[in-house]
């Protein structure tokens, strides 16, 4: 006997009580439950939100966030969250934010974690460039490598040595690699 399930909305996923998991909305499903990163995770993205509020800020350019969740998707909805992200400021609504935005964020950067299978951070970073994102690091804390995809180019790997820019999207943002694995970085 085949049994139905009742698809979510991003509204009522909202309202679900915190568990201290992470969660997302896959086509109307709660899915992706992940435990507590590890030290080394929450070091790189700390590293990275700190690297790119330190750009943006100053600037004024938009929001630079960790963990916030998009409407990638709707009937049935798909809320993704991204490590960290950047939203430009002409895309933040002025009053009643919501509580997820709807699209993709400009930049989305995923840390890679031990709960992570390659099939699902590949289906999401495809996901992020075709609601909207305009680039997407992937990180690599094992490797010490990022992965830059950008829609229309191929993806590029960058190793410590190499500098990591913002292209279009934060435009004068360039930082070493080796800066957002290296907790002892000087320049």
Request: net charge negative.
């Amino acid at each position: 006997m085949k049994t139905s399930r009742r698809l979510l909305t991003a509204e009522e996923f909202a309202e679900l009580p915190d568990d201290d998991f992470h969660y997302e909305l896959i086509r109307g499903v709660v899915g992706v439950r992940e435990p507590p990163p590890s030290l080394s995770h929450e070091w790189i993205l700390g590293k990275t939100l700190h690297l790119l509020f330190e750009f943006v800020e100053p600037r004024r350019l938009g929001v630079v966030a960790g963990q916030p969740g998009f409407v990638l998707e709707r009937g049935p909805d798909t809320v993704r969250a991204p490590d960290v992200c950047f939203i430009r400021a002409d895309r933040i609504p002025r009053d009643n934010v919501p509580t997820f935005l709807d699209g993709a964020p400009d930049l989305a950067v995923e840390i890679w974690s031990p709960s992570n299978k390659t099939r699902e951070i590949a289906e999401k970073i495809t996901l992020y460039l075709s609601t909207g994102a305009h680039l997407v690091w992937y990180v690599e804390p094992s490797s010490r490598q990022i992965t830059v995809y950008r829609p229309q180019h191929d993806a590029v790997v960058l190793k410590v040595g190499d500098d990591l820019s913002g292209y279009e999207v934060l435009p004068g943002f360039l930082c070493p690699v080796a800066k957002v694995f290296n907790p002892y970085w000087r320049e």
